[in-house]
């Protein structure tokens, strides 16, 4: 199925959907829930989805995990998108929040060819069996660090959100612990059990989606590292491609990824 409203085929009895959707350069799907988890796959272009947990950014060829019920915002940056809707009693992945994928070539020619079955498939048949190895594949992909969770504390929440719309790996914990009238170390602990990270594993994969974003768009690797605030080009590309596994080029448009 192509660019099918998922509100025409959800009440469909069958465990998985699959619809591939084209969206144009900026679009933005308001926040929303599926009574289907979902997941949604980007051929082409970025994705940016924000929920009530904290905020990624998906670069082309990956996915990101939406579980069934689960309000989410995404900002679409010219993408072309396989989505799977999957009945919650046959979600192949636990858990109630998102989670960034990382997409095998076998999956990615696996959600290619979903597109092509009908709404009523044969369970038993072909299209039943691919489905389900779909399933199987979604319940062993690894997560991405492309996460950025946002804490339930207000004040740190809105630390969080402004560090987001301008990342700079200068910034110290020092600094949010005196904002937030708490010691150092009251302040390291506090923010790892609110968020699940250190403070400075944070700030660093708030600036790689900062990072993917802008190389994405096609800006140059030289401004990006200066404007996060690393010391030079080959320091930021250290740290990326530590982090992401390959070096910043290969999501660059300059570069041809």
């Known amino acids: 199925m ?33 009574r289907r988890a979902q997941f949604l796959y980007g051929m082409s272009g970025l994705m940016e989805v924000q929920t009530d947990d904290g905020s990624w950014v998906i670069p082309p060829h990956n996915g990101v995990w939406i579980p069934p019920g689960k309000p989410h915002q995404v900002r679409m940056q010219g993408v072309s998108t396989r989505s799977l809707y999957i009945e919650p009693q046959a979600a192949p992945r636990a858990g109630t929040s998102c989670e ?80 937030s009238n708490q010691s150092l170390r009251t302040f390291n602990r506090r923010f790892r059990q609110l968020t699940g990270l250190s403070f400075g594993a944070w700030r660093q994969q708030a600036c790689v989606m900062a990072a993917v974003t ?15 605030g690393y010391d030079s080009p080959s320091a930021f590309s250290s740290m990326f491609r530590r982090v992401m596994g390959r070096a910043p080029s290969a999501f660059s448009r300059r570069e041809g990824g």
Do not use: K, M
Request: charged share 20%; proline share 10%.
């Open 2 to 34: 192509r660019n099918i409203p998922l509100a025409q085929v959800d009440a469909t009895p069958r465990p998985v959907l699959a619809i591939g959707t084209d969206y144009a350069p900026g679009t933005l799907l308001p926040s929303h829930t599926h």
């Open 214 to 228: 802008r190389l994405s768009a096609g800006e140059a690797v030289t401004r990006i590292a200066l404007d996060l």
């Open 100 to 179: 960034a994928l990382r997409v095998s070539p076998l999956l990615h020619e696996l959600l290619l060819a979903s597109v092509e079955i009908s709404p009523l498939y044969d369970v038993q048949g072909r299209d039943g069996v691919l489905l389900a190895l779909i399933l199987h594949e979604l319940s062993l992909a690894p997560r991405l660090p492309l996460f950025a969770p946002i804490p339930a504390e207000p004040r740190l929440a809105g630390l969080c959100r402004a560090f987001l719309r301008a990342p700079d790996i200068r910034v110290d914990a020092e600094g949010w612990a005196r904002q």
